[in-house]
């Protein structure tokens, strides 16, 4: 909700300080001019996360591509454009491992993007995942043995201050560069997670 300073500049924008038999014609513009703002804002948002989609998807394809590993985006919600994006290498499940590593968008609040690495409790290297990471703070359930949702300075953001980083392309970059970072980095400690555990990966 606007606080009062807001409220009042866009009154005055929207009708003016004069009689309403003055400047009508402008008040007249104004205000549908305000109106279908409020009903596109959705579908502005929306272009500002293509642009975030996008990017990420991008980049973690070119990841995948350069170690010949694979790549996919599931649930892409054509509304929301809430969507999860995992890379994996195929040669892990030579290991019986089936684990991949994810990116997630949910409930179409973005602030609260999350990663980890997806694998069925019970399945090999569950619960050495689990027990590996469970002391730096990382989450788990039956189907994620880590997981978490993106620290500062995103998870803190108001969804305001979130779009404006995008408004930018120092700012949308930044942005992809640091859900991106997480997802290979975490990528790469797994890979380096099967030689500590004595089942090295091709």
């Not at 009042?8 to 279908?36: C, H, T, V």
């Not at 179409?108 to 290297?125: E, M, R, T």
């Not at 500062?152 to 979130?162: A, H, V």
């Amino acid at each position: 909700m606007a606080d009062s300073g807001t409220y009042e500049m866009l009154k005055n924008f929207i009708l003016g300080d004069k009689q309403p038999d003055q400047y009508s014609s402008l008040r007249e513009e104004r205000f549908f001019l305000a109106w279908d703002i409020r009903d596109n804002f959705d579908k502005i948002r929306n272009e500002l996360k293509a642009q975030v989609v996008a990017g990420i998807r991008n980049r973690l394809e070119g990841f995948a591509q350069i170690r010949k590993w694979e790549f996919s985006v599931d649930g892409l919600d054509e509304r929301t454009l809430d969507c999860r994006i995992s890379v994996w290498n195929k040669d892990w499940r030579k290991h019986k491992c089936d684990a991949i590593v994810s990116f997630g968008f949910e409930y179409a609040n973005w602030v609260h993007a999350y990663c980890g690495i997806s694998l069925d409790q019970g399945k090999p290297f569950y619960n050495e995942i689990r027990e590996k990471f469970s002391s730096k703070g990382w989450q788990n359930d039956s189907q994620w043995p880590m997981w978490k949702y993106y620290n500062k300075p995103y998870l803190d953001m108001s969804d305001r201050e979130f779009y404006r980083q995008l408004l930018d392309q120092p700012g949308l970059n930044a942005v992809i560069a640091s859900y991106c970072t997480e997802v290979e980095t975490l990528a790469e400690t797994l890979e380096t997670t099967f030689k500590v555990l004595g089942n090295p990966a091709p």
